[in-house]
């Protein structure tokens, strides 16, 4: 559910995940109500071809990759959404290249939307430092240890970053996040970069 309140024509926004590993959920509903909101919309990955959404533990449907993160670039995007599902934040940072692509969207002060156990790949980009934020609740002790408060609420915003929960908490997440990337950069965002 789209907040119908902000337009978000004329901005591309990338969501990146792993070429498995995704929750579908958490990739499909923002990616459909962003895209309602005018965005254009782009899915990065690791590799060419296709990525393996998951629901929970169960294969779901492959999606096509527009574009590999080594030829990704934040100069090309007003914002950045990072879907959950354990798997795929943990294969990204291992990825130097999408860790990169991460931080330099804290770099450049533009919005990020990251949901459930997609914190991790923040932690890897060590731009959580300072900030708070929430996530699925195993990952407190690790963002706690990598100098970020942890809550526990449905939708935290810090800074131009929008961090949910879990699937329950999408609606809010996917609102929040819309809201983020048609207010456009925010200066405070680069000083955890």
Same mark, same amino acid.
């Given at each position: 559910?789209?907040?119908?309140?902000?337009?978000?024509?004329?901005?591309?926004?990338?969501?990146?995940?792993?070429?498995? $590993? #995704?929750?579908? #959920? &958490?990739?499909?509903?923002?990616? &459909?109500?962003?895209?309602?909101?005018?965005?254009?919309?782009? /899915?990065?990955?690791? %590799?060419?071809? &296709?990525?393996?959404?998951?629901?929970?533990? %169960?294969?779901?449907?492959?999606?096509?990759?527009?574009?590999? #993160?080594?030829?990704?670039?934040?100069?090309?995007? %007003?914002? /950045?959404?990072?879907? $959950?599902?354990?798997?795929?934040?943990?294969?990204?940072?291992?990825?130097?290249?999408?860790? $990169?692509?991460?931080?330099?969207?804290?770099?450049?002060?533009?919005?990020?939307? *990251?949901?459930?156990?997609?914190?991790?790949?923040?932690?890897?980009?060590?731009?959580?430092?300072?900030?708070? /934020?929430?996530?699925?609740?195993?990952?407190?002790?690790?963002?706690?240890?990598? $100098?970020?408060?942890?809550?526990?609420? &449905?939708?935290?915003?810090?800074?131009?970053?929008?961090?949910?929960?879990?699937? %329950?908490? /999408?609606? *809010?997440?996917? *609102?929040? *996040?819309?809201?983020?990337?048609?207010?456009?950069?925010?200066?405070?965002?680069?000083?955890?970069?």
């Amino acid at each position: 559910m789209a907040n119908e309140r902000y337009d978000l024509s004329g901005k591309s926004i990338a969501f990146l995940v792993a070429t498995e $590993g #995704v929750e579908q #959920v &958490e990739l499909t509903e923002p990616w &459909e109500a962003i895209k309602g909101a005018g965005a254009t919309v782009h /899915l990065i990955s690791t %590799d060419q071809g &296709e990525v393996q959404a998951f629901h929970h533990l %169960d294969k779901g449907d492959t999606f096509t990759v527009d574009r590999t #993160v080594g030829s990704a670039s934040a100069d090309d995007y %007003d914002g /950045l959404v990072l879907p $959950g599902g354990v798997a795929n934040p943990d294969a990204l940072r291992l990825s130097s290249e999408a860790v $990169g692509f991460v931080r330099s969207f804290f770099e450049r002060a533009k919005p990020v939307a *990251a949901i459930c156990h997609a914190p991790w790949t923040l932690i890897e980009a060590d731009v959580v430092r300072g900030r708070t /934020l929430t996530s699925w609740p195993s990952l407190q002790t690790d963002l706690r240890n990598a $100098g970020a408060t942890w809550v526990d609420e &449905e939708v935290h915003v810090d800074r131009g970053l929008v961090t949910s929960r879990k699937p %329950d908490d /999408l609606p *809010a997440f996917t *609102a929040k *996040a819309i809201e983020e990337f048609a207010e456009g950069e925010h200066a405070e965002q680069a000083r955890s970069a």
